[in-house]
């Protein structure tokens, strides 16, 4: 299999909303497997980093307060085509054009509340979990169920 890994977030509002085991549960059950998990509140310098392809936008400066604001919970999965697939779990941006079945389209109603983030692409994973996370951080095995869910 082409095993790829890509960044994911559960933003402030995901886990105060105790919405975390219903998240990681989608990624779980799809049969992607988590690599690195944990549970940190990223300052607001951390934030625009992470944010940084957006400082000319003018919700910039909001979305940094908001990432910044209590706990994230930082995640890296890995499998054949999760950047991509990933994101279509997630939804669209807008969660009010998110379809049903998403994550967003599910669990959320406004764009600056969208529950949760994920890497656009694989550069983008790249960058990400270099920033969110230490080389050491990222635990590699082989998962029990691998060759149920690849053949
Ligand atoms: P995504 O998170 O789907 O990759 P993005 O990278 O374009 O979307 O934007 C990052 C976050 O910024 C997004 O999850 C929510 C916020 N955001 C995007 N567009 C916005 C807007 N028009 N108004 C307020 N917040 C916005
Ligand atoms: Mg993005």
């Known amino acids: 299999a082409e095993m790829e890994r890509t960044f994911i977030a559960i933003k402030p509002d995901g886990v105060q909303r105790g919405l975390i085991s219903e998240i990681v549960n989608r990624f779980e059950r799809k049969g992607y497997k988590l690599v690195a998990i944990k549970l940190i509140v990223p300052s607001k310098g951390f934030a625009e980093k992470h944010y940084h392809d957006l400082k000319e936008r003018p919700f910039f400066n909001g979305l940094c307060d ?32 998110s379809e049903p ?32 996370f230490e080389p050491k951080e990222l635990v590699s095995y082989t998962s029990n169920a691998e060759k149920w869910v690849y053949g």
Do not use: C
Request: proline share 5%; no cysteine; charged share 25%.
């Open 66 to 97: 908001f990432l910044s604001s209590g706990p994230v919970l930082a995640m890296v999965w890995e499998g054949e085509g999760v950047i991509k697939y990933g994101r279509k779990l997630i939804g669209a941006t807008d969660p009010q054009k």
């Open 101 to 132: 079945g998403t994550i967003r389209g599910d669990l959320g109603v406004v764009v600056g509340r969208n529950i949760i983030h994920g890497s656009d692409g694989p550069e983008t994973a790249k960058d990400e979990i270099a920033l969110w």
